[in-house]
């Protein structure tokens, strides 16, 4: 009973640290401004890699109809990509409505969070199948310019950079990009609070 009376008391001697809204709001400003800017970069490297892509397709001269069967599926998944990126910065650029309506916000920042896991996922998934597809109609290729033991290296390659995308990069991205969405979620919800 006494161990219960001496933690009452300090229950009560410690008092919550109020929120500064105008810090957190500067924060999150911060964060949701550096997330746009890692979004735009990536649409720029997105759309780089396919204007690299497709001029390579049309200025290179392929043996097979293998390899154009390649570089469609690759600028296809490009173009897929690029679009969701273009949608995904607009969205996050666009949402204004950080201390109007902070409930929404929230809630609408919650809904971005899962529809990006989903991509990171779900989506990446079928990308990672088809850019394998597209290496593996590209061997084809190779298979008639570069000598045998190029060939299994260009093989060995692909296999270890699919490996690499698929178990170190993205693990590492989608835990990074979570981290960094809910750690402006928490802020907003702090805010929240203090309504």
Same mark, same amino acid.
């Given at each position: 009973m006494k161990d219960f009376d001496e933690l009452k008391k300090l229950w009560k001697v410690q008092q919550t640290e109020p929120v500064h809204?105008?810090?957190?709001? @500067? @924060?999150?400003?911060?964060?949701?401004?550096?997330?746009?800017?890692?979004? &735009?970069?990536? $649409?720029?490297?997105?759309?780089?890699?396919?204007?690299?892509?497709? *001029?390579? %397709?049309? /200025?290179? /001269?392929?043996? $097979? %109809? $293998? *390899?154009?069967?390649?570089?469609?599926?690759? !600028?296809?998944?490009?173009?897929f990509y690029l679009r !969701? #990126?273009? =949608? +995904?910065?607009?969205?996050i650029n666009k949402s204004s409505s950080l201390l109007k309506k902070p409930k929404e916000f929230?809630? +609408?920042?919650? +809904?971005?969070?899962? *529809?990006?896991?989903? &991509?990171? /996922?779900?989506?990446? #998934? /079928?990308? =990672? !199948? &088809? !850019? *394998?597809?597209a290496l593996g109609l590209f061997a084809f290729e190779m298979y008639f310019v570069l000598p045998f033991w190029e060939l299994l290296i260009y093989i060995a390659v692909s296999i270890m950079w699919v490996i690499l995308c698929q178990f170190v990069f993205m693990k590492h991205y989608n835990n990074k990009e979570s981290q960094r969405l809910q750690e402006i979620i928490d802020n907003l919800e702090r805010v929240c609070e203090q309504f």
């Open positions: 809204i105008e810090g957190v709001c @500067k @924060k999150i400003a911060q964060q949701k401004r550096k997330y746009e800017n890692r979004l &735009l970069l990536q $649409t720029i490297i997105v759309a780089l890699a396919f204007v690299a892509i497709f *001029s390579i %397709w049309i /200025t290179a /001269t392929f043996v $097979t %109809w $293998t *390899s154009h069967l390649a570089m469609i599926i690759v !600028i296809a998944c490009l173009v !969701i #990126q273009i =949608v +995904d910065y607009l969205r929230i809630q +609408d920042l919650r +809904d971005y969070k899962t *529809s990006r896991f989903k &991509l990171n /996922t779900k989506t990446y #998934q /079928t990308y =990672v !199948i &088809l !850019i *394998s597809v």
